[in-house]
Protein backbone atom coordinates (compact mmCIF):
# COMPACT_ATOMS: atom_id res chain seq x y z
CA UNK A 1 0.00 0.00 0.00
CA UNK A 2 1.42 3.88 -0.75
CA UNK A 3 2.19 5.68 1.84
CA UNK A 4 0.36 8.95 2.12
CA UNK A 5 1.98 11.97 3.88
CA UNK A 6 -0.15 11.14 7.16
CA UNK A 7 1.56 8.18 7.39
CA UNK A 8 4.89 8.99 6.89
CA UNK A 9 7.51 10.37 9.21
CA UNK A 10 6.64 14.12 8.16
CA UNK A 11 4.16 13.96 11.23
CA UNK A 12 6.59 12.89 13.27
CA UNK A 13 8.31 15.37 12.56
CA UNK A 14 6.72 18.07 12.71
CA UNK A 15 4.88 17.13 16.47
CA UNK A 16 9.00 16.77 17.31
CA UNK A 17 9.53 20.36 15.92
CA UNK A 18 6.49 21.19 17.21
CA UNK A 19 7.74 20.19 20.85
CA UNK A 20 10.87 21.68 20.63
CA UNK A 21 9.68 25.14 19.66
CA UNK A 22 6.91 25.32 22.46
CA UNK A 23 9.36 23.36 25.02
CA UNK A 24 12.10 25.88 24.36
CA UNK A 25 9.54 28.73 24.88
CA UNK A 26 9.84 29.21 28.71
CA UNK A 27 13.60 29.56 28.93
CA UNK A 28 13.49 32.15 26.24
CA UNK A 29 11.28 34.09 28.53
CA UNK A 30 13.96 33.97 30.86
CA UNK A 31 16.96 35.02 28.72
CA UNK A 32 14.02 37.96 27.86
CA UNK A 33 13.68 38.60 31.10
CA UNK A 34 17.25 38.87 32.13
CA UNK A 35 17.30 43.01 30.34
CA UNK A 36 13.28 43.69 29.83
CA UNK A 37 10.42 43.97 32.54
CA UNK A 38 7.55 41.57 32.45
CA UNK A 39 5.09 44.05 30.81
CA UNK A 40 8.18 44.72 27.87
CA UNK A 41 9.14 40.97 27.64
CA UNK A 42 5.51 39.70 26.68
CA UNK A 43 4.47 43.45 24.87
CA UNK A 44 7.20 42.21 22.53
CA UNK A 45 6.68 38.89 21.74
CA UNK A 46 3.20 39.80 20.88
CA UNK A 47 3.91 42.35 18.85
CA UNK A 48 6.47 40.22 16.61
CA UNK A 49 3.70 37.59 16.32
CA UNK A 50 1.15 39.26 15.28
CA UNK A 51 3.60 41.64 12.86
CA UNK A 52 4.42 38.11 11.55
CA UNK A 53 0.97 36.87 11.24
CA UNK A 54 -0.70 40.17 9.88
CA UNK A 55 -0.49 39.67 6.07
CA UNK A 56 -1.75 35.90 6.25
CA UNK A 57 -4.79 37.76 8.79
CA UNK A 58 -5.48 39.91 5.88
CA UNK A 59 -6.05 37.18 3.58
CA UNK A 60 -8.50 35.44 6.23
CA UNK A 61 -9.94 38.37 7.84
CA UNK A 62 -13.07 37.63 5.20
CA UNK A 63 -13.68 34.09 6.42
CA UNK A 64 -14.92 34.85 9.65
CA UNK A 65 -18.55 35.58 10.40
CA UNK A 66 -19.10 38.66 11.49
CA UNK A 67 -21.43 37.15 14.25
CA UNK A 68 -17.97 34.87 15.13
CA UNK A 69 -15.61 38.06 15.45
CA UNK A 70 -16.26 37.93 19.17
CA UNK A 71 -14.91 34.55 19.73
CA UNK A 72 -12.00 35.03 17.83
CA UNK A 73 -11.25 38.32 19.70
CA UNK A 74 -11.53 36.27 23.19
CA UNK A 75 -9.92 33.47 21.86
CA UNK A 76 -6.89 35.82 21.21
CA UNK A 77 -7.11 37.16 24.88
CA UNK A 78 -7.42 33.64 26.40
CA UNK A 79 -4.83 31.89 24.29
CA UNK A 80 -2.25 34.84 23.74
CA UNK A 81 -2.79 37.87 25.61
CA UNK A 82 -2.86 37.10 28.62
CA UNK A 83 -0.88 33.81 29.12
CA UNK A 84 2.00 35.77 27.77
CA UNK A 85 1.90 38.46 30.92
CA UNK A 86 1.02 35.98 33.40
CA UNK A 87 4.20 33.52 32.23
CA UNK A 88 6.28 36.44 32.16
CA UNK A 89 6.25 37.48 35.48
CA UNK A 90 5.83 34.73 37.21
CA UNK A 91 9.42 33.48 35.64
CA UNK A 92 10.51 36.22 37.33
CA UNK A 93 10.48 34.13 40.41
CA UNK A 94 10.19 30.40 39.27
CA UNK A 95 12.52 28.28 37.17
CA UNK A 96 11.76 28.26 33.26
CA UNK A 97 11.47 24.33 33.73
CA UNK A 98 8.76 24.51 35.94
CA UNK A 99 6.86 26.45 33.96
CA UNK A 100 7.36 24.29 31.26
CA UNK A 101 6.10 21.55 33.48
CA UNK A 102 3.09 23.17 34.69
CA UNK A 103 1.87 24.02 31.13
CA UNK A 104 1.00 20.40 30.55
CA UNK A 105 -1.96 21.09 32.67
CA UNK A 106 -3.14 22.29 30.29
CA UNK A 107 -5.85 18.81 29.35
CA UNK A 108 -6.52 19.10 33.11
CA UNK A 109 -8.62 22.22 32.91
CA UNK A 110 -9.28 21.58 29.47
CA UNK A 111 -11.57 18.55 30.86
CA UNK A 112 -12.68 20.74 34.03
CA UNK A 113 -13.92 23.15 31.25
CA UNK A 114 -15.85 20.93 29.14
CA UNK A 115 -17.53 19.05 32.41
CA UNK A 116 -18.50 22.02 34.54
CA UNK A 117 -18.78 24.52 31.47
CA UNK A 118 -20.53 22.38 28.90
CA UNK A 119 -21.89 19.52 30.57
CA UNK A 120 -19.53 17.14 28.91
CA UNK A 121 -19.58 13.21 30.16
CA UNK A 122 -16.68 11.80 31.91
CA UNK A 123 -15.83 8.81 32.76
CA UNK A 124 -14.42 7.98 36.88
CA UNK A 125 -10.74 7.35 35.13
CA UNK A 126 -10.89 11.39 33.94
CA UNK A 127 -12.38 12.02 37.10
CA UNK A 128 -9.21 10.54 38.84
CA UNK A 129 -7.00 12.16 36.38
CA UNK A 130 -8.16 16.03 37.32
CA UNK A 131 -7.54 15.41 41.38
CA UNK A 132 -4.26 13.85 40.22
CA UNK A 133 -2.84 16.45 38.21
CA UNK A 134 -4.56 19.22 40.63
CA UNK A 135 -2.72 17.09 43.41
CA UNK A 136 0.40 17.38 40.94
CA UNK A 137 0.45 21.56 40.42
CA UNK A 138 0.06 21.97 44.12
CA UNK A 139 3.09 19.40 44.73
CA UNK A 140 5.29 21.56 42.40
CA UNK A 141 4.10 24.84 43.33
CA UNK A 142 5.17 23.48 47.09
CA UNK A 143 8.30 22.73 45.47
CA UNK A 144 9.07 26.15 43.87
CA UNK A 145 8.19 27.78 47.45
CA UNK A 146 10.96 29.03 49.18
CA UNK A 147 9.01 28.98 52.26
CA UNK A 148 9.07 25.36 52.97
CA UNK A 149 6.50 23.90 52.30
CA UNK A 150 4.16 26.50 51.61
CA UNK A 151 2.04 27.38 48.31
CA UNK A 152 4.41 29.63 45.36
CA UNK A 153 2.04 32.37 44.51
CA UNK A 154 3.72 33.06 41.45
CA UNK A 155 2.98 29.47 40.57
CA UNK A 156 -0.71 29.44 40.88
CA UNK A 157 -0.08 33.03 37.69
CA UNK A 158 1.23 29.75 35.35
CA UNK A 159 -1.69 27.42 36.55
CA UNK A 160 -3.96 30.80 35.70
CA UNK A 161 -2.53 30.74 31.92
CA UNK A 162 -3.34 26.84 32.00
CA UNK A 163 -6.56 27.65 32.84
CA UNK A 164 -7.29 30.27 30.07
CA UNK A 165 -5.84 27.63 27.66
CA UNK A 166 -8.55 25.57 28.28
CA UNK A 167 -11.38 27.95 28.20
CA UNK A 168 -10.21 28.69 24.73
CA UNK A 169 -10.22 25.24 23.73
CA UNK A 170 -13.66 24.72 24.61
CA UNK A 171 -14.73 27.97 23.32
CA UNK A 172 -13.27 27.28 20.04
CA UNK A 173 -14.47 23.27 19.72
CA UNK A 174 -18.01 24.74 20.52
CA UNK A 175 -18.16 28.25 18.87
CA UNK A 176 -15.53 28.41 15.64
CA UNK A 177 -15.81 24.85 14.63
CA UNK A 178 -17.00 25.85 11.87
CA UNK A 179 -14.27 28.67 10.84
CA UNK A 180 -11.36 27.90 9.00
CA UNK A 181 -8.39 26.96 11.79
CA UNK A 182 -5.80 29.13 9.89
CA UNK A 183 -8.62 32.23 10.10
CA UNK A 184 -8.98 31.86 13.81
CA UNK A 185 -5.05 31.15 14.88
CA UNK A 186 -3.80 34.33 12.75
CA UNK A 187 -6.27 36.62 13.60
CA UNK A 188 -6.60 36.11 17.40
CA UNK A 189 -2.93 36.54 17.45
CA UNK A 190 -2.60 39.51 15.43
CA UNK A 191 -5.74 40.41 17.28
CA UNK A 192 -3.83 40.09 20.99
CA UNK A 193 -0.62 42.05 19.10
CA UNK A 194 -3.06 44.64 18.90
CA UNK A 195 -3.96 44.73 22.24
CA UNK A 196 -0.65 44.81 23.17
CA UNK A 197 0.45 47.62 21.10
CA UNK A 198 -2.54 49.68 22.27
CA UNK A 199 -2.29 49.06 25.49
CA UNK A 200 1.61 48.92 26.80
CA UNK A 201 3.99 49.87 24.13
CA UNK A 202 1.83 53.14 22.37
CA UNK A 203 1.34 54.77 25.53
CA UNK A 204 5.28 53.91 27.33
CA UNK A 205 7.43 53.87 24.30
CA UNK A 206 9.94 55.34 25.60
CA UNK A 207 10.10 52.20 28.47
CA UNK A 208 11.15 49.77 25.41
CA UNK A 209 15.00 51.16 25.21
CA UNK A 210 17.14 48.95 23.07
CA UNK A 211 20.39 49.04 24.52
CA UNK A 212 23.38 47.29 22.87
CA UNK A 213 23.01 44.77 26.63
CA UNK A 214 19.74 43.79 25.56
CA UNK A 215 20.30 42.55 22.27
CA UNK A 216 20.16 38.75 23.20
CA UNK A 217 16.86 39.51 25.23
CA UNK A 218 15.48 40.55 22.53
CA UNK A 219 16.54 38.72 19.95
CA UNK A 220 15.27 35.64 22.15
CA UNK A 221 11.99 37.80 22.54
CA UNK A 222 11.52 38.39 18.61
CA UNK A 223 12.58 34.45 17.86
CA UNK A 224 9.91 33.50 20.82
CA UNK A 225 7.84 35.59 19.03
CA UNK A 226 7.85 34.10 15.48
CA UNK A 227 8.73 30.58 16.11
CA UNK A 228 6.85 29.68 19.22
CA UNK A 229 3.42 32.15 18.08
CA UNK A 230 3.44 32.33 14.24
CA UNK A 231 5.43 29.65 12.67
CA UNK A 232 4.29 27.36 15.20
CA UNK A 233 0.58 27.84 14.84
CA UNK A 234 1.02 27.47 11.05
CA UNK A 235 2.64 24.20 11.51
CA UNK A 236 0.14 22.92 14.13
CA UNK A 237 -3.08 23.70 11.91
CA UNK A 238 -1.12 21.53 9.03
CA UNK A 239 0.24 18.81 11.11
CA UNK A 240 -4.09 18.30 12.18
CA UNK A 241 -4.54 18.69 8.64
CA UNK A 242 -2.80 15.27 7.96
CA UNK A 243 -3.06 13.71 10.71
CA UNK A 244 -5.66 14.46 13.57
CA UNK A 245 -6.39 17.18 16.58
CA UNK A 246 -5.70 14.15 18.90
CA UNK A 247 -2.26 13.30 17.60
CA UNK A 248 -0.94 17.11 17.33
CA UNK A 249 -1.97 17.48 21.14
CA UNK A 250 0.50 14.27 21.55
CA UNK A 251 3.26 17.68 22.37
CA UNK A 252 2.07 18.13 25.53
CA UNK A 253 3.79 15.56 26.67
CA UNK A 254 6.92 16.15 24.77
CA UNK A 255 7.01 20.50 26.00
CA UNK A 256 7.85 19.89 29.76
CA UNK A 257 10.63 17.27 28.59
CA UNK A 258 12.44 19.68 26.38
CA UNK A 259 11.24 22.87 29.08
CA UNK A 260 13.56 20.75 31.52
CA UNK A 261 16.68 20.05 29.28
CA UNK A 262 16.70 23.65 28.33
CA UNK A 263 16.15 24.62 32.65
CA UNK A 264 19.50 22.24 33.14
CA UNK A 265 21.59 23.52 30.51
CA UNK A 266 21.35 26.48 31.75
CA UNK A 267 21.81 25.80 35.58
CA UNK A 268 18.52 25.43 36.47
CA UNK A 269 18.45 22.81 39.93
CA UNK A 270 15.54 20.10 39.48
CA UNK A 271 15.37 17.12 42.35
CA UNK A 272 13.88 13.78 42.28
CA UNK A 273 10.92 15.44 43.46
CA UNK A 274 10.28 17.29 40.25
CA UNK A 275 10.49 13.99 38.75
CA UNK A 276 7.48 12.66 40.81
CA UNK A 277 5.42 15.85 40.03
CA UNK A 278 6.08 15.58 36.45
CA UNK A 279 5.13 11.65 36.21
CA UNK A 280 1.88 12.50 37.98
CA UNK A 281 0.61 15.47 35.89
CA UNK A 282 1.79 12.75 33.00
CA UNK A 283 -0.56 10.12 34.23
CA UNK A 284 -3.11 12.36 34.80
CA UNK A 285 -2.98 13.44 31.19
CA UNK A 286 -3.43 9.86 29.73
CA UNK A 287 -6.21 9.18 32.42
CA UNK A 288 -8.30 12.55 31.07
CA UNK A 289 -7.52 11.26 27.74
CA UNK A 290 -9.65 8.48 28.37
CA UNK A 291 -13.13 8.55 26.57
CA UNK A 292 -15.85 7.86 29.02
Known sequence: MQRTLSSLPIRWILLILLSLIWGSSFILIKK???HFGYIQAATIRLMTGGLALLPFALFQFKKIPRSKWRYVALSGFLAMFLPAYLFCFAQQYIPSSVAGILNAL???FTF????LWYKTSYSS???IGLILGLGAS???S???SKSGWAINGHVLLVILATI???ININLVKNHLAKVPALAVSTCSVVFASFLATTIFFLPDIKSFAFSTEACTSLYALMGLGLLGTAIAIILHNY???ISSALFASANTYFIPVVAIAWGLVFGEKLSINHLFGVAGIFLAIILIRKQP
Open 32 to 34: GLE
Open 106 to 108: TPT
Open 112 to 115: MIAV
Open 125 to 127: NQI
Open 138 to 140: IYL
Open 142 to 144: MLA
Open 164 to 166: CYG
Open 239 to 241: LIS
